[in-house]
Each structure stands twice: as C-alpha cells, then as structure tokens.
C-alpha cells in the first residue's frame, strides 16, 4: 500500500509542516481561486479532483490534463454574483504536445473575478464642506489569475501527474495593486478503470502577494481625517491546501453511466467553520455524483460547505448547514454545455447563481491530412473535422 500511494503518505507530513511554519499566516488570502470554475464543477459541489478530465483541470487538478484526447480543447465560464455586483470570468486552453502512450498536454487558464463601478467617495466633500457630487469617480476592484498548466501519463497508464505556474494579480483602482507567484501540483491514480484517486496540492511552496499602496497626500489626510487607517505596503501569504478524492464510475446496460465522487479538503492557516475544525488542520468534505445517458446527456448533484451556524432566535444554539447544489449537462459532437444552480455564498439572502460553461473539442483527422498532402492532383488543406470525444 506505502508502494503504491506514495503521494497519499506524503500528504500528512506535508499537512503537519506547512502548520508550524505557516501557523501565524492570514487566513482566506486569494479565496477567489477557491470558488470553483466550469458547470460541471459546480454542479458536483466541487469534488472533482480525482474525475477531472478535461481542460478544466488546469483549475481542478493539474494531472486531469493528461486525459484530454484532442488536438485541441478550450473551455470558457462566465457568471455573475450578487445581483450582477460581483463577475467571475474563466477562459483556458490546452493542447496536447505528443501523441505517444505516455500523453504530455500543456495548458492556459485565465481568471478574472472582479466588483467594477465602485463610487470613489474621496473627494465628495470640498474643503469649504460643500458636497459635489461631480467629484464622485469610479474604479474597478478585480482579482486575477493565469495558470501555466504541464500533465503527462507516466509510462504504466496508471499514474499521471501535473503541476501549475500561478502569476496573481490583484488590483482596487489606482490605490492599491498585489502582484503574486504560486505553484499548484497534482497526481491521479488509476486502481482499476471504474476507481480513481486523485490528489491535489495547491499553493504547494506558500503564494505570496506583494501589496503596494499608492494613495496621495491629499488622500491620506482625508483618510487620517475620517478616523480611518493608511493602510501600507504588507506581503499577504496564501498557506498550502491538499485536496484528496476519490471517484468510482460504473456503466449499466452500456448506456447509462454513474459517477460519485468524495473529496476532503485540507487546510492548515488556523480553525475554519468547517465539518472537521481545529486549529491545527481543518477537513472540509465534499460530494458530487453524474447520471449520464449515451454520453449525450448529464445530470449532477452535489453537496458541499457543511458549518455549523448560529442559531438567528438563540444565539447560544448553532444549526447545521450545507450547500446543495445540481446541474446538467449536454454533449453534441464536439460541443459540451454545462449548467449549475448553485448558491456560492451559502447565505440565505443571497441568491441561487446559474452558472454556464463551454468545453469544445477539435480534433484533426490524421487520416485525411495524410490523403490531402499526398493528392498532387487536388492539393486541398487538410479536413479538420469537429467530432465528440469520448
């Protein structure tokens, strides 16, 4: 067993180091990486680790990408939070850069999720205390990411593994701007073709953000003025986070396929409200499971974010809460649509958010190209042919 899963024995050493020299670090630094990315994801409450497949595990796990069987696959998301306020924006691509056993794939992911349109209230008040609103200028807070993905099958078939180049870049107008550098790595193992484990380590090295703040003179004294503090130039720390899954799948009557999946989320930068709390690790479970029919059409359900909450009438009880989430999904020849109804925040006066995402395949038939270049006859490019991919 110690042969085999040499990562998963890993895992608790790591989880026991990256406290004691983390343990003074902020908690939730760049939790904007942590919402999850894509229909399907959502759908499954975000456990996905260990069945991500696709272009999308740039995001979920870098190893997924070894599994892509296209020339070509792209994938993009957009959603909007708090009545529109808040819009989360994802975009990615990868390609694979062999075609022998043990598959190598690179890919790129772009995220951006920012709050835009932001009253800059500063200089509302003229220094003979008169108001003009004229003074009033808006701005833009957003946060964003680029993930520089690499995954290969290893040479058994069994094993891939993948890791993630993070630049983070985080901007509030022209007061403030963070520039951030991370490293994300993971590793699936294959026990048979219907069980998966997968794991994945983000922020494995620590990220760190470098905050600069640029707000004038004139700036500061109105801060100084309104009881407010000047904020000042900080590194912001993002401790590491282990996620461990595992995904069994079956197929009935070749027609219908179930898949289920359990994560456990590993954090070690202080006591969260989670189902597992303490101030040394915190585990935080998630559950999706997929009911797909021919490969055409999906349905998923998830649940995630189990805390125990104060009780609204009795302060001194605490109710137990989770977020339930559900989707489909829809397949044609190349073109993979993916719905969720899902509530992010948890938060009962916030809105159940529908989020959409594309995942599209391109695939060259070889067989063609090969025909089209040897016909001197009919010199034609080669015929690039958009078809599903299993």
């Not at 997924?64 to 975009?91: K, V």
């Not at 990868?94 to 209230?121: C, E, H, M, Y």
């Not at 969260?272 to 059409?297: A, C, Q, W």
């Amino acid at each position: 067993m110690v042969k085999r899963f040499p990562f998963i024995n890993t895992l608790f050493c790591c989880l026991i180091c990256c406290y004691y020299s983390n343990a003074q670090a902020p908690k939730f630094s760049n939790e904007y990486l942590s919402i999850g990315i894509g229909g399907k994801g959502h759908a499954m409450g975000g456990a996905m680790v260990a069945a991500t497949n696709d272009v999308t595990s740039g995001y979920w796990n870098p190893a997924g990408l070894a599994s892509i069987n296209a020339n070509l696959q792209m994938s993009a998301m957009h959603a909007e939070w708090f009545a529109g306020i808040g819009r989360y924006d994802y975009l990615a691509i990868a390609k694979p850069i062999n075609n022998k056993s043990n598959r190598k794939v690179i890919g790129l992911s772009l995220v951006r999720f920012g709050v835009d349109n932001i009253p800059n209230t500063l200089n509302l008040v003229e220094p003979d205390g008169t108001i003009n609103y004229n003074n009033i200028k808006s701005f833009s807070a957003a946060d964003y990411a680029g993930l520089l993905t690499y995954a290969q099958q290893l040479l058994s078939k069994t094993t891939q593994i993948g890791g993630s180049i993070k630049i983070l870049h985080r901007r509030a107008g022209q007061f403030a701007t963070a520039w951030g550098f991370g490293l994300d790595i993971g590793a699936i193992y294959k026990l048979s073709r219907n069980v998966h484990i997968g794991l994945s380590a983000r922020d494995i090295t620590s990220t760190f953000n470098a905050w600069k703040f640029n707000f004038t003179e004139e700036e500061q004294n109105i801060l100084l003025t309104n009881n407010n503090d000047v904020p000042s130039s900080s590194i912001e720390i993002t401790t590491p986070k282990f996620i461990l899954g595992s995904a069994y799948q079956a197929t009935f009557q070749e027609r219908l396929r179930l898949l289920v999946e359990l994560d456990f989320d590993f954090t070690t930068d202080g006591q969260r409200n989670v189902l597992i709390s303490s101030k040394t690790i915190n585990i935080d479970p998630k559950m999706g499971l997929e009911l797909g029919y021919k490969e055409f059409v999906f349905i998923r359900a998830g649940v995630s974010n189990f805390q125990y909450l104060k009780n609204d009438i009795n302060p001194n009880e605490k109710d137990f809460s989770f977020q339930p989430n559900a989707g489909i999904g829809l397949k044609l020849r190349g073109f993979t649509i993916d719905y969720a109804y899902t509530d992010v925040g948890n938060v009962s006066q916030v809105l159940y958010s529908h989020v959409v995402s594309i995942v599209v395949d391109l695939k060259l038939n070889k067989k063609e190209k090969v025909k089209s270049k040897n016909n001197t006859a009919s010199p034609r490019p080669p015929k690039i042919i958009i078809e599903q991919i299993d």
